[in-house]
């Protein structure tokens, strides 16, 4: 009777071990299978942040890519007239590679229909906004798309060829031996907003030359820019790019006075010296035998009395004010700045437009 007792016993027990075996490893078994979820999870996580990184770095890389004029003045990337501020008119699209993802970039517009990113007409720079969509493939299925607007100011090429020297105002001053050459027949060696009868432009030594009277109205500035101060000085940055210099009282020319080479034939350049910009007040002088191609321009508030010394202008010396100084044995020479547009190719900075950023 006793032995069939513990035999039942030790049947329950094994039973009862037995249940628990299978509850203990069903419990591991669905331990297991959530470690391994959530670390499909994680990783799953890591490789589309890692695709979202890659598609803003996308963006990045297209905007820096719009800051290039060379960029967006290829025929490729004129945009036709469109109703549709949303259409990618031509189809243009950039690919990068990063961290193993795919990117593609494809630029919209977002302007009215008149408008594109080279327009030989007007000089200048319009504003537009470009929606930069971009899209990262690539590792297993994981895939990311973020969009970002962006304003972006489009360089417009300046038609400038002016006459060596543009006054808005007078011109005084003038001794030693300045020479100006090469001014074509229906153009003045000297063009000032002064007319006939308010004329104040006295040669000098530089003798019996052409002046142009009445040549423009406005500013001297507008009359050879045609953008604004704002837009140039961005334009030169830091001053230390190879085409665009613009010194004032913040940003003032070490030193004081600019005796060194600039611009090439092929490559002319624009030197703006505004008040203030010589670091004390006043404006650097031009000395020391440089040879600059392109243009020279000095603020009216630079007074007028930089001298000049023995340079060589290829291009055209441009005031915002009068002349009061003009001596020793500078050559200005005419030089059609008109078929240079890598001078008026000034890079610009794509805008993010606040709140357009946005992941799909």
């Given at each position: ?84 501020p949303a259409t990618n008119v031509n189809g243009k699209t950039l690919t990068i590679s990063n961290d193993g993802f795919t990117v593609t970039m494809t630029f919209y517009r977002q302007l009215v229909a008149s408008q ?110 045609g953008i604004s101060q704002a837009q140039m000085k961005a334009a030169a940055g830091d001053n230390s790019g190879t085409s665009v210099r613009y010194y004032d009282s913040s940003s003032p020319l070490g030193g004081g ?104």
């Amino acid at each position: 009777m006793n032995f069939h007792k513990h035999k039942e016993e030790g049947a329950a027990t094994l039973g009862i071990a037995l249940i628990l075996i299978l509850i203990i490893s069903i419990g591991a078994f669905a331990s297991a299978n959530v470690v391994l979820n959530d670390t499909k999870g994680a990783r799953n996580e890591v490789v589309t942040l890692r695709a979202l990184n890659s598609a803003d770095a996308g963006i990045n890389y297209a905007m820096s890519w719009l800051g290039v004029p060379a960029n967006t003045s290829d025929p490729s990337f004129v945009w036709t007239a469109t109703s549709d501020p949303a259409t990618n008119v031509n189809g243009k699209t950039l690919t990068i590679s990063n961290d193993g993802f795919t990117v593609t970039m494809t630029f919209y517009r977002q302007l009215v229909a008149s408008q594109n990113f080279t327009d030989a007409s007007p000089t200048g720079l319009t504003t537009q906004i470009i929606q930069i969509v971009a899209v990262a493939t690539g590792e297993t299925s994981a895939s990311a798309q973020v969009s970002q607007k962006v304003y972006l100011p489009t360089v417009i090429n300046n038609s400038f060829s002016g006459s060596p020297i543009v006054v808005q105002g007078c011109l005084s001053g003038v001794t030693g031996s300045p020479n100006v050459s090469g001014v074509p027949n229906n153009m003045g060696d000297i063009t000032t907003s002064a007319n006939s009868a308010t004329n104040c432009i006295n040669p000098g030594s530089l003798g019996s030359i052409p002046v142009q009277l009445g040549g423009f109205t406005g500013t001297a500035w507008d009359y050879t820019f045609g953008i604004s101060q704002a837009q140039m000085k961005a334009a030169a940055g830091d001053n230390s790019g190879t085409s665009v210099r613009y010194y004032d009282s913040s940003s003032p020319l070490g030193g004081g006075q600019w005796n060194s080479d600039f611009g090439s034939a092929t490559s002319p350049g624009i030197i703006v010296f505004m008040a203030g910009s010589d670091g004390h007040g006043g404006c650097p002088k031009v000395n020391g035998g440089p040879t600059i191609y392109g243009i020279v321009y000095y603020d009216a508030g630079c007074g007028g009395n930089e001298g000049w010394g023995n340079a060589t202008v290829n291009g055209s010396v441009v005031n915002g004010g009068d002349i009061t100084q003009l001596t020793a044995n500078t050559n200005f020479n005419y030089t059609n700045l008109a078929g240079n547009p890598a001078l008026f190719q000034i890079p610009v900075t794509a805008v993010r437009v606040v709140g357009s950023w946005k992941d799909f």
